[in-house]
């Protein structure tokens, strides 16, 4: 167990749909970075947020959206979702904003029918 | 670009023989490599972090080393629970500045041990 919640752990919605994923880090860490994970992408670095402000982006789409609040937990918003959105989504955390080991959540698989 | 090659793709073992896992990579201002072990369905485990070229790792049959263009997990007498896929990663700057902590991953190898 790495100390990293994320809930749900599954979710099924219907295209066109928003959603709201949720994560906790491990306690003391401040930084929470947002993985997607799909069957042809592999692992792919969506976003970070080191304590309540967004710290780097990567291939996120605009229609996906984060925030990290003051108790540090974080939320990521998937809204008009499209089939190719199914996938495993992860949130990590560590304790610094750059240059330390991510430890991983367990994950939420979002199906989009 | 930025890339991060893991060979092979998947590797088929028997209980108790030797092999090693290959991640190369190509990137500007690498600050560091990962391994993680990944069961089907679950979150990436820390297993490693590299640091320099010549830097070993170890932790039970699990040895991670690096070289300037790649880093190699060799794996002494594997058992069937080892089954798993192993991730390489990559830390690298952002373009636009400032340090962060953006992990660049390969897309695995896929390791079975057999009894």
């Known amino acids: 167990d790495s100390g990293v919640t994320q809930t749900p752990k599954h979710l099924i919605t219907a295209t066109g749909q928003r959603v709201t994923l949720r994560c906790s880090p491990r306690?003391?860490?401040?930084?929470v970075y947002w993985y997607q994970q799909s069957l042809d992408q592999g692992l792919q670095f969506l976003i970070q947020?080191?304590?309540?402000?967004?710290?780097a982006k990567g291939n996120i789409l605009e229609r996906f959206s984060a925030q990290q609040f003051p108790d540090l937990h974080s939320e990521l918003n998937l809204s008009s979702l499209e089939l190719g959105d199914s996938a495993l989504y992860f949130c990590?955390?560590?304790?610094?904003?750059?240059?330390?080991?991510?430890?991983f959540g367990p994950g939420t698989r979002l199906t989009v029918l | 670009e930025d890339q991060v090659t893991q060979s092979p793709e998947a590797l088929r073992l028997q209980e108790g023989e030797s092999s090693s896992l290959n991640c190369s990579y190509t990137v500007s201002g690498l600050r560091g490599l990962f391994w993680y072990r990944q069961d089907p369905g679950k979150g990436p485990e820390f297993l490693f972090t590299?640091?320099?070229a010549g830097e070993e790792k170890e932790k039970e049959r699990l040895k991670a080393t690096l070289t300037k263009k790649e880093s190699f997990l060799h794996i002494t007498a594997p058992k069937p629970e080892d089954s798993a896929t192993y991730l390489c990663a990559v830390q690298v700057d952002m373009n636009y500045g400032g340090a962060t902590n953006k992990l660049i991953f390969g897309t695995g190898t896929l390791l079975a041990v057999q009894p």
């Open positions: 306690s003391g860490d401040l930084s």
């Open positions: 590299l640091y320099s």
């Open positions: 990590a955390s560590s304790v610094g904003k750059a240059y330390n080991e991510q430890f």
């Open positions: 947020y080191y304590n309540g402000e967004e710290r």
